[in-house]
């Protein structure tokens, strides 16, 4: 096999897209790599040799057909959807395109399948809500319209339809103030500020009916948003209350609705009066994630309960209840009953209860992702300084060491010009070799100093070697360096990873080393390397101290993260173990990458 076929058939093997190669006349498999065979749900010795009718790929074979037809006709296809069954029997949808080509004389079929079931399943559940959300809107018993941000409609209800003599027309898409062109400007502004991200509201306000009556109605509007948090417009909710009875039955409906919303809500939701801060509800979530019960929080204070409200957390309260405004997106730190803090990103919202103005608040636990920007923001800061001492090592390494072996040879070099210059007898050959001796001396000098800094920015033996022989290197030159007593075990020649894993495990074996010698007081480190049919495993045990829950769990060990983050980028793992006065075991797992194994890379 020629370098080019070797590659192009490694590239099939290993390409993240499903590749096949069937026979045009029956579809039997030729060729198939793995990533087909899992999108299909069979092994490679289930496809080979087998054809696609016969392993009832197909839910229609009127579609084999019309592709067979197409490539006959045009040698290609190019960007079509197609549906195949895996073993299971579960359908999978494929971007599919192939090409006609010619093996030994027989037509085949080169195919790309990339899945997108996953893709399809979600634009169908897309789909499935907007219609869901449009049969809300429209069957809803109030008055609902939905606007973008130009105050066109998106969505109406029938009752609103209703309600404003507007049955049988068609307005979606048409602008709110031609439907109707007397709308007072006060409401033109209420839109403006709900655009900007207001929520306001009329319990009753007089407006007047097409044909110059008056009537009573009652509204609420807030901007509804897109998955990005973007304003993409706003939702009107009205209701005409010129029939009392009518506006006391949409009111006790109303509190209906918000009951059940607010305690089936996701998010953490409570109700403080404005007048004292007296919390009147707190809903299922709140409760659930807090740990308090409602008996321990309903008629309390808010910023007088200690048990969970931060002193931070207080300030901001008791100002908002001064201030009276609606807040969005404030960020503070609660504690639970278990005296945790946790972190919450929460809105409030300025609204009447039993004709009292209140605050309603929703929170969402955020507590994941501010622990998560701490240690990214940590672990940045560690290799930015990282990289500043490792630069400023090598360039006094360079400056110190190769700098002056250059300027000994460069007086040596003076000095025989000199004396050839100016000989003076039987004297001058032997001078020369003299110097010539001493400059071989630096020369050497500076090749092994050029050689250890080499080493320590990627150790050789590592790309010359592989990952075996490195870790043996490394530990025995730790034991020269330290005096520890290391003790090396392995079966393996090899390790069959890939380049990046290779370099990653090593990687973590230094810092491994490094953390041995600052803070274990070890006599002894055990180092087993070995593996199995899927991965790799690195075992480093040593007889110190033994780490400690608290420093494994401390988000801020710099070292430790760095540690894990590097085998999770080769798909690998990092677990570490301890006791006190029992030393430390550090385990690094790593896949196996088969296709590697015959390059030797590690």
Do not use: C
């Given at each position: 096999m020629s370098?080019?076929?070797?590659?192009?058939?490694?590239?099939?093997?290993?390409?993240?897209v499903g590749l096949a190669v069937t026979r045009l006349r029956d579809g039997q498999f030729i060729e198939v790599n793995e990533a087909a065979c899992s999108f299909l749900g069979y092994s490679m010795d289930e496809l080979i040799g087998k054809t696609t009718v016969s392993l009832g790929l197909w839910p229609s074979l009127e579609d084999r057909q019309i592709l067979v037809n197409d490539l006959t006709q045009y040698g290609s296809v190019r960007n079509r959807d197609l549906t195949f069954l895996t073993k299971q029997g579960k359908e999978v949808v494929c971007e599919y395109a192939a090409e006609l080509i010619e093996i030994d004389g027989e037509p085949c079929v080169l195919s790309v399948l990339l899945d997108i079931t996953a893709r399809r399943d979600i634009e169908q559940a897309l789909k499935?809500?907007?219609?869901?959300?449009?049969?809300?809107?429209?069957?809803?018993?109030?008055?609902?319209?939905?606007?973008?941000?130009?105050?066109?409609?998106?969505?109406?209800?029938?009752?609103?339809?209703?309600?404003?003599?507007?049955?049988?027309?068609?307005?979606?898409?048409?602008?709110?103030?031609?439907?109707?062109?007397?709308?007072?400007?006060?409401?033109?502004?209420?839109?403006?500020?709900?655009?900007?991200?207001?929520?306001?509201?009329?319990?009753?306000?007089?407006?007047?009916?097409?044909?110059?009556?008056?009537?009573?109605?009652?509204?609420?509007?807030?901007?509804?948003?897109?998955?990005?948090?973007?304003?993409?417009?706003?939702?009107?909710?009205?209701?005409?209350?010129?029939?009392?009875?009518?506006?006391?039955?949409?009111?006790?409906?109303?509190?209906?609705r918000f009951a059940r919303i607010f305690n089936l809500s996701p998010y953490r939701m409570g109700i403080v009066r404005l007048s004292d801060g007296v919390i009147l509800d707190v809903n299922d979530c709140w409760v659930k994630e807090i740990g308090f019960t409602r008996e321990e929080t309903i008629n309390r204070v808010i910023y007088e309960l200690d048990q969970w409200i931060t002193d931070e957390a207080r300030l901001v309260v008791e100002n908002m209840l001064k201030e009276k405004k609606p807040i969005r997106s404030i960020e503070g730190t609660i504690k639970t009953k278990s005296g945790e803090h946790r972190y919450a990103l929460g809105s409030v919202a300025i609204v009447d209860f039993d004709g009292e103005p209140c605050y309603l608040w929703a929170a969402n636990d955020i507590t994941d992702r501010k622990l998560a920007?701490?240690?990214?923001?940590?672990?940045?800061?560690?290799?930015?300084?990282?990289?500043?001492?490792?630069?400023?090592?090598?360039?006094?390494?360079?400056?110190?060491?190769?700098?002056?072996?250059?300027?000994?040879?460069?007086?040596?070099?003076?000095?025989?010009?000199?004396?050839?210059?100016?000989?003076?007898?039987?004297?001058?050959?032997?001078?020369?070799?003299?110097?010539?001796?001493?400059?071989?001396?630096?020369?050497?000098?500076?090749?092994?100093?050029?050689?250890?800094?080499?080493?320590?920015?990627?150790?050789?033996?590592?790309?010359?070697?592989?990952?075996?022989?490195?870790?043996?290197?490394?530990?025995?030159?730790?034991?020269?360096?330290?005096?520890?007593?290391?003790?090396?075990?392995?079966?393996?020649?090899?390790?069959?990873?890939?380049?990046?894993?290779?370099?990653?495990?090593?990687?973590?074996?230094?810092?491994v080393l490094t953390n041995v010698l600052r803070h274990s007081r070890a006599q002894n480190i055990h180092i087993k390397l070995h593996q199995d049919e899927h991965q790799l495993e690195l075992q480093v045990v040593d007889d110190g101290r033994g780490i400690t829950e608290e420093e494994k769990t401390n988000t801020r060990s710099l070292g430790l993260l760095g540690m894990k983050e590097r085998a999770l980028l080769v798909g690998g793992e990092v677990n570490i173990t301890g006791a006190e006065s029992k030393g430390t075991t550090v385990v690094v797992r790593i896949p196996l990458n088969k296709a590697a194994a015959s390059e030797a890379i590690a």
């Open positions: 370098r080019t076929e070797e590659k192009f058939a490694r590239a099939f093997r290993s390409s993240p499935a809500n907007e219609e869901l959300l449009r049969l809300f809107v429209k069957h809803t018993p109030a008055a609902i319209a939905m606007f973008d941000t130009d105050m066109r409609y998106l969505q109406v209800s029938d009752r609103f339809l209703t309600d404003y003599h507007l049955e049988g027309q068609d307005i979606i898409g048409k602008f709110h103030y031609d439907i109707f062109p007397n709308l007072p400007e006060r409401w033109k502004e209420a839109h403006r500020r709900i655009l900007a991200g207001a929520v306001e509201r009329q319990d009753e306000e007089l407006y007047e009916e097409p044909d110059g009556s008056q009537g009573w109605l009652a509204w609420e509007s807030l901007p509804w948003r897109k998955a990005d948090g973007e304003i993409g417009g706003l939702i009107l909710f009205t209701q005409v209350i010129t029939e009392r009875k009518r506006a006391e039955q949409a009111l006790r409906s109303s509190e209906e920007e701490e240690q990214l923001r940590a672990l940045s800061a560690k290799i930015r300084s990282a990289r500043e001492e490792e630069g400023t090592r090598i360039a006094r390494e360079i400056h110190d060491e190769l700098g002056g072996a250059l300027t000994g040879l460069k007086w040596d070099l003076e000095r025989i010009d000199s004396s050839l210059s100016h000989p003076d007898g039987g004297s001058t050959i032997a001078d020369v070799r003299k110097r010539i001796s001493s400059m071989t001396g630096l020369i050497e000098s500076t090749i092994n100093k050029v050689r250890s800094i080499s080493s320590e920015l990627r150790p050789g033996v590592l790309d010359d070697l592989g990952l075996v022989a490195a870790i043996e290197w490394e530990a025995q030159q730790f034991q020269k360096r330290t005096g520890l007593n290391v003790h090396w075990e392995t079966e393996l020649e090899t390790a069959e990873v890939s380049v990046d894993g290779a370099t990653a495990v090593f990687r973590i074996f230094q810092e």
